[in-house]
């Protein structure tokens, strides 16, 4: 109703009140109502693997809504509405707290490997985003390294000072940093140099086209020979194929996520999937349920 709506402040940076202004209105009226209901936010879990042993080496949160009335929503259709309004920082803090509640899992099941989160270009840019991780660490006693923050390009190059100093101050505290979706942007080799990661994940869209485009094979193999000579990790996004993991292991690619190996999963199932993996050498999960 309007008066939610008064309240709800969402601070949208447009001004037009047209159609989907309104329905991005009561999209983040009934995200608000998703964050008291505590189980309508949740994250699916997708390891990533070293492409010989299929041994995990993380795995990645991505978060769903578990709308009431229109069932699971995937970030495309309610993240840009959360991206512009004061819901992005409760909404990160909640991605936080179950990302880091379930890697405390995995640690109870012997399977210590990082979880890595998603974040938003804004948070970037927010000077206090540092102290919201390191408070959400805190909270579930992790110890900052078994955390990556995933981010993308287009965040590093646009308000590159205040990036470049929240992501100084993260990995100052030990958090771990991904550069995601690798050579999309068109600065993917400035990003590299200007600021220190952790790890680059090469696009799905260059592990799709390889087997069939030279050019895309090496851009594969220019992201694996620049991850060997900075000494950072790399990972390749979207595997869906035995022959590609053949021509990633051709490449000298470390490591992998997708479908080929395991589906993204909800929490209750990855510690199975997780302990599959390790347990069983080179083997393929079975997806234990299908995502979206
Ligand atoms: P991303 O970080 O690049 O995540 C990979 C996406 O590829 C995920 O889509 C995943 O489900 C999908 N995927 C994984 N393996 C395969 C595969 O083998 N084949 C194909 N076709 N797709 C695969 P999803 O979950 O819809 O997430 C989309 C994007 O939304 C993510 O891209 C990420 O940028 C963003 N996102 C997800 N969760 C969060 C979050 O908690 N916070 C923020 N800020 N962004 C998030
Ligand atoms: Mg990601
Ligand atoms: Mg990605
Ligand atoms: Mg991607």
Redesign the pocket.
Known sequence: GRAREQGLTVGTYDSGQDASSTDRLALLAELQDAFAADDQIV??L?PAVDLITAEPTGC?????WRHPRRGQL???EF?PA??RSEL?IP??RR?LDL?LAAAADWTAHGIDVPV??????R?LTDPTFPAQVTEALRRHRTPASRLVL?I?ESVAISEQEIVDEVLARLRAGGVQVSL??FGTGFSSLASVTRMPVDEI?I??TF??EMIDSAAAGAVVRGAVELGARLGVRVVA????TVEQRAALIALGCPSA????FC??MPADKIVQALSQLRDSSSAKVTPLRA??
């Open positions: 994250l699916h997708q990645e949160a991505l978060v769903r995937s970030p495309a993240l959360v991206e992005l909404f990160t991605v990302a890595s989160v998603n974040v938003s270009a948070s995933e993308t995601d979706d994940k696009d799905r592990v799709d996004e979207g595997i869906e996520q997708g479908y080929h589906k993204p995502d979206d």
